[in-house]
């Protein structure tokens, strides 16, 4: 079996994504040797996209937020991957299910920084740096992995799977609202599909923000003024198909759509 250094399991990784090849699980020698070396990987996919693809990174996605996933995926804390520039969509978008392999929507809170945060903090402190709060709909390729075989280092590899997201209308005033107790609802063609809320996502969707700042900051890469972070999906994954009306609700927070053609 070839042996791949970092950045050369990262070019392969990405083109299994561009070619929306289906895979079961990461191919042997594209396998992070553990969870340190899928973060070198990670890091290289992003600037693959970076420099030829996706464009600017314009913020994060938290992924595996809750106790059930990081169980399955033998680990115990969450994961983070980058958000790109051209796939960053606005209160509605309108996609093709052909340009995916499997897309999948998430739903959730996302942030969007009024500061840089060249540190961590308690969720308190980073609480002050967030200028606006809004619904949104984080979009999954997963190339029809099998979950069942699932690991945290293959989704850290992949850049945890973000095929972009669709961000609500910012809410400015979000610091007058619970957001632990804010209630979130999925729907398909105007049947709830689910619901939850924010204390889903490690209790409070500030705790998820304050641990990837301390993540970033910890790898020198912090958050930047601007820059969007999503908090992790308060209901489990849902594929929509062709035809589809995605909605997520959330209470005090708007609405974010997909349609897909």
């Given at each position: 079996?070839?042996?791949?250094?970092?950045?050369?399991?990262?070019?392969?990784?990405v083109e299994?994504?561009?070619?929306r090849?289906?895979?079961?699980i990461?191919?042997?020698?594209?396998?992070?040797?553990n969870?340190?070396?899928?973060?070198?990987?990670?890091?290289?996919?992003?600037?693959?996209?970076?420099?030829?693809?996706?464009?600017?990174?314009?913020?994060?996605?938290?992924?595996?937020?809750?106790?059930?996933?990081?169980?399955?995926?033998?680990?115990?804390?969450?994961?983070y991957?980058?958000?790109f520039?051209?796939?960053?969509?606005?209160?509605?978008?309108?996609?093709?299910?052909?340009?995916y392999?499997?897309?999948?929507?998430?739903?959730?809170?996302?942030?969007r920084?009024?500061?840089?945060?060249?540190?961590?903090?308690?969720?308190g402190?980073?609480?002050?740096?967030?200028?606006?709060?809004?619904?949104?709909i984080?979009?999954?390729?997963?190339?029809?992995?099998?979950?069942?075989?699932l690991?945290?280092?293959?989704?850290?590899?992949?850049?945890?799977?973000?095929a972009?997201?669709?961000?609500?209308?910012?809410?400015?005033?979000?610091?007058?609202?619970?957001?632990?107790?804010?209630?979130?609802?999925?729907s398909?063609?105007?049947?709830?599909?689910?619901?939850?809320?924010?204390?889903?996502?490690?209790?409070?969707?500030?705790?998820?923000?304050?641990?990837?700042?301390?993540?970033?900051?910890?790898?020198?890469?912090?958050?930047?003024?601007?820059?969007?972070?999503?908090?992790?999906?308060?209901?489990?994954?849902?594929y929509?198909?062709?035809?589809?009306?995605v909605?997520?609700?959330?209470?005090?927070?708007?609405?974010?759509?997909?349609?897909?053609?």
């Amino acid at each position: 079996m070839a042996t791949f250094d970092p950045r050369e399991k990262a070019r392969r990784i990405v083109e299994l994504f561009r070619r929306r090849q289906p895979i079961e699980i990461l191919p042997a020698d594209l396998y992070p040797a553990n969870l340190d070396e899928a973060y070198a990987i990670r890091r290289a996919f992003q600037e693959v996209e970076e420099t030829d693809g996706r464009g600017a990174v314009a913020g994060y996605k938290i992924g595996l937020t809750t106790p059930v996933m990081q169980k399955l995926c033998g680990v115990g804390e969450p994961c983070y991957g980058a958000i790109f520039a051209r796939e960053v969509h606005h209160r509605r978008a309108e996609l093709a299910a052909a340009d995916y392999c499997r897309l999948g929507v998430e739903t959730e809170i996302a942030f969007r920084l009024g500061e840089d945060l060249p540190q961590g903090g308690d969720p308190g402190k980073i609480a002050a740096t967030v200028e606006s709060c809004m619904a949104a709909i984080e979009l999954i390729e997963d190339l029809h992995y099998d979950y069942k075989r699932l690991d945290a280092a293959a989704m850290v590899a992949g850049n945890v799977w973000n095929a972009g997201v669709v961000l609500g209308t910012p809410v400015t005033g979000w610091r007058d609202q619970d957001l632990a107790r804010a209630t979130a609802r999925l729907s398909i063609n105007g049947q709830e599909i689910g619901s939850g809320n924010g204390g889903d996502v490690m209790g409070h969707p500030l705790n998820a923000l304050a641990w990837l700042a301390d993540k970033l900051a910890a790898a020198g890469n912090p958050l930047r003024r601007g820059m969007i972070v999503m908090t992790g999906s308060m209901v489990p994954i849902q594929y929509p198909v062709a035809g589809d009306r995605v909605v997520i609700e959330v209470s005090g927070l708007g609405t974010a759509e997909l349609m897909l053609s």
